[in-house]
């Protein structure tokens, strides 16, 4: 989701689920070890898998990770819906 236009603290959120604890702390370490090998950049992951929410911020890129439940609670494509979605994946 492009946001540049509406917020100064970054240009884009990619949020994604993950539909076990598994599954959201392997998204998590497999960021990691993108950014370490791709970037040579260490990446910073707040929350925990088993809380359902897990937040990096790559500066111009924060990236959400949640559990469906969680994901439905905070909307944030509603919250942020002046933001122009570039890529909907199912």
């Known amino acids: 989701m492009d946001i540049h236009e509406i917020t100064t603290f970054t240009d884009y959120f990619i949020i994604c689920n993950g539909t076990s604890d598994r599954m959201l702390q392997s998204l998590a370490t497999s960021l990691r070890e993108f950014a370490k090998k791709e970037f040579e950049s260490l990446v910073n992951i707040e929350g925990e898998s088993r809380d359902g929410w897990m937040v990096a911020d790559l500066e111009d ?30």
């Open 61 to 90: 890129v924060v990236i959400h990770f949640f559990s469906p439940e969680l994901r439905s609670y905070y909307k944030l494509e509603q919250l942020w819906a002046k933001g122009k979605v570039v890529l909907n994946l199912q």
